[in-house]
Nanobody, 128 residues
Framework: QVQLVESGGGLVQAGGSLRLSCAAS????????MGWFRQAPGKEREFVAA????????YYADSVKGRFTISRDNAKNTVYLQMNSLKPEDTAVYYC?????????????????????WGQGTQVTVSS
C-alpha cells in the first residue's frame, strides 16, 4: 500500500509559476512510475506528466509540454511538478498517482487505469 500526499497548490496569476510536491509513504518508492493528472470542474481527469522509476524517462501531455517539468527524488520519496507560464486553462485539481513496476521496466504510464494508487489532490487556480 502506498499513501500519496500532494502539496503546493494555490492561486496564481496567469504567467506565474507553482511547484507541486507529492510525498509517498512507502520506503520502496523507487520502483514506482509516478504520474500527475488533473481534473477541471465538469471534465474528465486527464493525464499531465509521468516519470519512470529512475527519473531518466519523462512524458508530457501536449498541452503542458515546454511549460511543466516532472522530476523525482527517490531519497526523499517525493515527486515534483514544476509549472511555469501558467494559463487559466490549467486551473484544476491536480492528483499524484503511482504505478508499481519492475526495475527492468524503464517506461512511463499515461492512462488512469495503469496507476494503482492516488493522492487526494491539490487545487491549482490560475487567474486571468
Amino acid at each position: 500500500q502506498v499513501q500519496l500526499v500532494e502539496s503546493g497548490g494555490g492561486l496564481v496569476q496567469a504567467g506565474g509559476s507553482l511547484r507541486l510536491s507529492c510525498a509517498a509513504s512507502r520506503r520502496t518508492f523507487s520502483n514506482y512510475v509516478m504520474g500527475w493528472f488533473r481534473q477541471a470542474p465538469g471534465k474528465e481527469r486527464e493525464f499531465v506528466a509521468a516519470i519512470n522509476w529512475s527519473g531518466g524517462n519523462t512524458y508530457y501531455a501536449d498541452s503542458v509540454k515546454g511549460r511543466f517539468t516532472i522530476s523525482r527524488d527517490n531519497a526523499k520519496n517525493t515527486v515534483y511538478l514544476q509549472m511555469n507560464s501558467l494559463k487559466p486553462e490549467d486551473t484544476a485539481v491536480y492528483y499524484c498517482a503511482a504505478s508499481k513496476v519492475s526495475y527492468s521496466d524503464y517506461s512511463t504510464r499515461a492512462t488512469r487505469g495503469e496507476y494503482d494508487y492516488w493522492g487526494q489532490g491539490t487545487q491549482v487556480t490560475v487567474s486571468s
